[in-house]
């Protein structure tokens, strides 16, 4: 008797410092619009959910729903798969996301964590890549955007970086 494959669904989240943007956003981005750009709290709080958020930690459930914009992409997949493998492509995409954008708007906009959450059955995976960007002169410099002003930013970009 041959098995049933399944699908599963898993939620890819991560924080971004160094970007400031006014007022909601919450737009596609990144190569051919697989990440989404949003600042939009109770969204992500429902995206999370309470096993992710016990399994996340205090800290960073805090960090991820504080207001600050997030990059996150929901998949699905036909088992098996490994969600480590998967979490670590995201970190990527999120990367190549960042060197876009410092393209255009000399920044340090950075990611620190990115979380994979599957339901059923709830499994949390969390990993980085060390990567820290810096503006050109070396240091920390934030990207303060109206959510309008990043728009036309993303939209005018001739940029589109592959992972």
Known sequence: MKMRESEVEIVFVTALDY?????????????????????????????????HALNIGVLEYTHLVSGRPVLYSVRKYVEPINIDDELTDFLREVQSFLVELWIRVDNSVNCQQAFALQKKPDITSVNCLPVFNSAATGG???????SRDLSSLLENSPVAVES
């Open 140 to 146: 920390n410099l934030d990207l303060k955007l109206s």
């Open 19 to 51: 970007l400031i943007v006014e007022g909601k956003v919450s737009t596609s981005v990144g190569f051919e619009g697989g990440l989404v750009l949003t600042n939009d709290i109770a969204y992500i709080k429902n995206l999370i959910g309470r096993v």
